[in-house]
């Protein structure tokens, strides 16, 4: 059985590091694969890239997909040179200890591992905690606080030191399909635009936002500056096709069943139910969840934006979310570009998803 091949772009963009507020590593990724496909080019004080194609045409689509990470923000060194740090992002704290880690500095990569205390120097009622955020350190192999700082300075930022790696098929981890790859399913839809423009009667701006993980800040601005009639947000959502997922509370997807369209209040009625014309048309395999409330995506800043835009939602299967080894099956990710193509192509002139 050949092996699996892993588009560049998004292989790029896995190994690019970039907690929310330094999304330099994966700009730069997205520069260089979208620009030269786009008709116009931005970026913006919050570090949006948005890439326009077609922009004369009506309606206005955008399709956002996060650039941001997890990360660990360093915030003290103590007088033995260990690191101590804040948490940028939703992380569990059970699995942050006992990590290789690679802090971004100024002076390059420096590595580093997460400790605690061992286990076998606690007691019993210690080896039922979680550890707190400030009993956790950074272990760079320094000798004194002088000697940590010339390396690392306070506000540097690390990340997991977890690659993609294909463990069956298209099967893969990485540390940070989280949204990466919903930035470049957005980025990867526009460069299949650009090859084929038949039918594109839509202006298409795809989004790399920033900041998602900390509030959906960059949602919030670019949307503003698109003002698009039509939004669709690409992230990750919970595979449940694992143990000790109760489908009752949490719905049932897997992974391999191909993109997850969402319905609920933040969603438009109208773009769900072409999101579902668009998936059969197009012969890409489905599922669908259920929200009640603002969904925990770019959707919700997108939808309340300027006097309000018409949004749907993808959502790729993801297990593990949020830890250093998050699960997905790439065939999803290629499905979700051949949904969107399709999507955009089916637009009108004048269908701006009012009900």
């Known amino acids: 059985m050949p092996q699996y091949q892993v588009p560049a772009f998004l292989a790029e963009l896995l190994h690019a590091r970039s907690p929310s507020g330094y999304e330099a590593e994966a700009q730069a990724v997205f520069d260089r694969h979208v620009k030269p496909a786009a008709d116009a080019y931005a970026n913006d004080a919050l570090g949006n890239r948005l890439a326009t194609l077609n922009p004369a045409g009506d309606p206005v689509l955008m399709l956002a997909g996060h650039m941001d990470e997890l990360g660990l923000l360093i915030t003290y060194v103590n007088k033995e040179g260990y690191l101590y740090f804040a948490t940028i992002g939703g992380h569990d704290r059970t699995v942050i200890s006992g990590r290789r880690v690679i802090i971004q500095t100024a002076k390059g990569p420096v590595k580093g591992v997460t400790g605690k205390r061992a286990v076998h120097l606690m007691d019993e009622s210690d080896r039922k905690k979680v550890p707190e955020i400030h009993e956790i350190w950074i272990d760079i192999g320094a000798k004194s606080k002088k000697d940590a700082l010339a390396r690392v300075a306070i506000g540097d930022v690390a990340t997991y030191d977890h690659e993609l790696e294909l463990i069956n098929g298209s099967i893969g981890t990485a540390r940070a399909f989280d949204n990466k790859v919903g930035a470049y399913i957005v980025g990867e839809t526009l460069i299949r635009l650009a090859q084929d423009r038949k039918k594109l009667a839509a202006k298409v701006v795809s989004v790399a936002t920033s900041q998602e993980e900390i509030g959906t800040r960059g949602a919030t601005t670019s949307t503003y500056i698109v003002n698009p009639h039509i939004a669709i947000a690409i992230d990750v959502g919970h595979a449940t096709d694992h143990p000790d997922c109760d489908n009752r509370k949490f719905g049932e997807t897997k992974l391999g ?72 099956d790439l065939e999803d990710v290629e499905r979700c570009v051949k949904l969107l193509v399709a999507f955009a192509k089916s637009l009108d002139k004048g269908d701006y998803a009012h009900w």
């Open 257 to 328: 069943g191909g993109p997850i369209i969402c319905r609920g209040p933040n969603i438009n009625p109208k773009i769900y139910q072409r999101l579902l014309a668009a998936a059969k048309a197009a012969k890409v395999p489905f599922q669908l969840e259920a929200d009640p409330r603002p969904t925990g995506t770019d959707a919700r800043a997108i939808q309340m934006a300027r006097g309000g835009v018409a949004t749907g939602l993808i959502s790729i299967p993801l297990r593990y979310m949020h830890t250093p080894s998050e699960l997905v």
